[in-house]
């Protein structure tokens, strides 16, 4: 069904008259119903909000992959049916109660996250109307950025011997640092700074450079070629960021780099090589449902290995922009209307089609780069979450891209196009889910395989159960038939058992195609580890573990990252 939201008014007069202003204050709580807080109070909600919630919610809390959390927001259905809710109706022991328990919905539970003390904040403080984060101009960006080592200083070759294609990044979340892993010796080659809550990394064309993300903003270029990996330069391109990728076409390698916000709600352009920033674009604008957002928020990117551009998804708003990045002076940008609440995604096998995940609207979009249009909305189960997703020939359908999901306990399969002859027969089956692999419960966020290996590795990090969210799921695509095999990550550890449940996140490939990287993503003062798997017996070869590895979430090996291999 399609809805049509409209802002409440209080929210809509608020967000029209900050818009621009670099407010930093709390807005005063408008709507007199709700709990008083002291400024102490709202300070340190604020926080917890952009530490814990934003991402889900927003930041002006309309709602994306979580629900509406304003004080009141309306609704008119198609039919004229008109909604009204919000935090403020249900008050604050019913928030803290789902705050603390979580919901049937897809809400985890914060109860042993966040103290009740927290809890209590936080109930009170979501029934406020939400304080507006100042803009983020180029000039902020311009006062941001730190050339730390300027290109004349930079080695003129490769000064280690290290076989950098095989590099793996690992973003070590809450420690807000990299570990740079030789692929080869499984040796931590070196740990580095980075941004708040470090997101993913990604490579230059060259494989040079290694470009990683914070949630603030703060974005870090690491040169590989000195004696050690040395961070070169540094920008920040908002307040909340989760993307950036690389200009991959021919001509282009290492020339520019995107970064994509959820504040402000805009992308930045900036030189590759140095970070200076060069060009910021707003992505506020209408909806495809023909409703003005304030803050539709920046999430996947890729670089178009065929063309110069990158296909930006916009979140809230359902449009996926190919940005062409030939004349950045004249920037040509293609906006192309899909599904609202785009999130992650890839390529298909031929890299002509993206395929994105409009989580919250539980479909696929994909787009056709050759033709700038777009190809299919596919129906699919409830909120794909595929990472970049995963791309195996079928025995029975041909070439499938695939998904997870966080809230069913299946994996889609995807029909995807293909020019080669012995494909043809596979038309028919295009752009339609042709089989669902049965998981052992909901809760995925990665999938992965390799096209060497006939395997298909599948994570349960959101699910409930101890056992299935510190395992992974292993199928054979000789025989889709048969159950996948459970890989017990935790116990294969050998740490001992942790109070908080130690989540096994993200298979990676090495270049090889011939051993998976499993992260074991512990809390942040449980000892966590990588685990690595031989992928043709899946018998564990080697544990990565030592203090410094904190949180290892994302892990991106150079060579698959850089030439999309998935
Ligand atoms: Fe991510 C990719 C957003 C939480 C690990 N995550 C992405 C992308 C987006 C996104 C938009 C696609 C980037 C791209 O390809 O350009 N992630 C968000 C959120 O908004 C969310 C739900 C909540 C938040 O507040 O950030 C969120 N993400 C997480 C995590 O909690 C994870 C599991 C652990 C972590 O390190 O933060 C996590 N996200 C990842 C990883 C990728 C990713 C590992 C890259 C997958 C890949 O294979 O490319």
Redesign the pocket.
């Known amino acids: 069904m399609t809805i049509t939201s409209k802002l409440s008014k209080v929210g809509f007069v608020a967000a029209f008259s900050l818009l621009g202003m670099a407010v930093t204050q709390a807005n005063a709580a408008t709507a007199s119903a709700a709990p008083a807080l002291t400024a102490a109070e709202m300070e340190a909600g604020k926080l917890i909000y952009f530490e814990?919630c934003?991402?889900?919610h927003g930041v002006l809390r309309k709602g994306a992959?979580g629900k509406n959390l304003e004080p009141h927001w309306e609704q008119v259905l198609e039919d004229g049916t008109k909604l009204e809710g919000g935090t403020l109706s249900l008050g604050t022991k019913r928030l803290e109660n789902i705050i603390a328990y979580g919901t049937e919905g897809g809400m985890v539970n914060y109860d042993d996250i966040l103290t009740p003390e927290e809890i209590s904040l936080m109930a009170k403080y979501i029934q406020n109307e939400p304080p507006i984060p100042p803009e983020f101009s180029l000039q902020d960006m311009k006062d941001s950025w730190n050339l730390i080592v300027p290109l004349d200083e930079r080695p003129t070759k490769q000064m280690n011997k290290v076989n950098l294609k095989n590099v793996f990044a690992i973003?070590l979340?809450d420690a807000g640092k990299l570990a740079l892993v030789d692929g080869d010796t499984h040796k931590i080659w070196k740990i580095l700074e980075s941004g708040y809550?470090?997101?993913?990394s990604r490579f230059s064309a060259s494989g040079r450079y290694v470009y990683t993300t914070g949630?603030d903003g703060l974005t870090t270029v690491i040169d590989l070629w000195p004696e050690e990996p040395v961070t070169v330069a540094t920008v920040r391109f908002g307040s909340d960021m989760?993307?950036?990728?690389v200009s991959k076409f021919e001509g282009y390698e290492d020339k520019y780099l995107i970064g994509?916000t959820?504040w402000p709600p805009q992308f930045g352009i900036v030189d590759g090589l140095t970070l200076e920033p060069i060009k910021v674009v707003s992505t506020r604008g209408q909806t495809v449902d023909g409703e003005y957002h304030p803050e539709p928020r920046v999430?996947?990117?890729?670089a178009n290995p065929k063309k110069p551009e990158w296909v930006v998804?916009v979140?809230e708003t359902g449009q996926i922009l190919l940005v062409n990045y030939t004349d950045l002076d004249n920037l040509e940008i293609t906006s192309i209307a899909s599904s609202k609440f785009l999130?992650?995604?890839?390529w298909d096998a031929s890299k002509r089609y993206f395929l994105v995940a409009a989580n919250a609207s539980n479909q696929v979009a994909a787009v056709d780069t050759q033709t700038g249009k777009l190809a299919a909305i596919v129906d699919t189960a409830k909120i794909p979450h595929p990472?970049?997703g995963a791309n195996f020939t079928h025995p029975e359908f041909g070439p499938v891209w695939s998904t997870g999901h966080l809230g069913d306990d299946v994996v889609s399969l995807i029909s995807t196009p293909s020019e080669e002859k012995k494909n043809a027969k596979y038309k028919d089956h295009n752009w339609k889910v042709v089989q669902e692999l049965k998981m052992p419960g909901a809760g995925n966020?990665?999938v992965k395989t390799h096209p060497k290996s006939t395997n298909f590795w599948a994570d349960a990090?959101m699910n409930p159960e101890r056992e299935i969210a510190e395992s992974v799921y292993v199928f054979d695509l000789n025989d889709l038939s048969k159950a996948p095999r459970e890989l017990n990550v935790g116990k294969d550890s050998g740490l001992p058992e942790g109070k908080a449940i130690r989540r096994a996140?993200?298979p990676?490939y090495n270049q090889a195609g011939d051993e998976v990287w499993i992260s074991l993503?512990g809390g942040k003062t449980d000892q966590s580890a990588i685990v690595i798997y031989d992928d043709k017996t899946l018998k564990l070869k080697k544990v990565i573990t030592n203090p410094e590895i904190v949180t290892p979430?994302?892990?991106?090996n150079l060579y698959n990252?850089m030439y999309d291999v998935?």
């Open positions: 814990r934003a991402g889900c992959t973003t979340r809550a470090v997101h993913i949630r989760r993307s950036v990728d994509g959820y999430a996947s990117i890729v998804s979140k999130h992650d995604g890839g990472g970049r966020l990665f990090p996140v993200q990676e993503w979430t994302g892990k991106f990252t998935y």
